[in-house]
């Protein structure tokens, strides 16, 4: 039905200070480290990121080495038709399956594609359910 994956996400906790997005992208970069996903925000002193990338590993040494902490979680990935409803379609899907979202994130680029992210209290069931 849909392209899902179980996928590899780095939270990241950072200072919260100007110039933080860059360093964090930046290092990716530098590091030859594509970004497929991102969800960043702050809390008080600290900024977080969420980064779905295309070598998970890679990523979480390089940006160890500058001296931030980094754990990796399991993730469920959908790769959706990027139209009115498909997300609602996706949330519907896996609240029947009776599946609690930890945490959802998305990102579109307008040319027909979107990419969901999710972390559940039971991600294999979600990949499951939505496969």
Do not use: Q, W
């Amino acid at each position: 039905m849909h392209n899902v994956k179980m996928e590899k996400e780095l939270t990241v906790k950072t200072p919260n200070e100007p110039g933080i997005l860059g360093r964090v992208l930046g290092t990716l970069a530098n590091a030859h480290v594509n970004l497929k996903a991102l969800c960043a925000y702050s809390e008080k002193n600290n900024g977080f990121f969420h980064l779905l990338t295309s070598d998970h590993e890679k990523a979480k040494k390089c940006l160890e080495v500058i001296g931030y902490k980094v754990n990796t979680n399991d993730v469920v990935t959908v790769l959706i038709d990027d139209r009115i409803g498909s997300g609602a379609e996706i949330g519907a899907l896996l609240g029947n399956a009776v599946i609690d979202i930890d945490y959802c994130y998305g990102s579109s680029s307008g040319l027909g594609k979107a990419i969901l992210v999710f972390k559940t209290t039971d991600n294999k069931k979600a990949l499951e359910t939505l496969s």
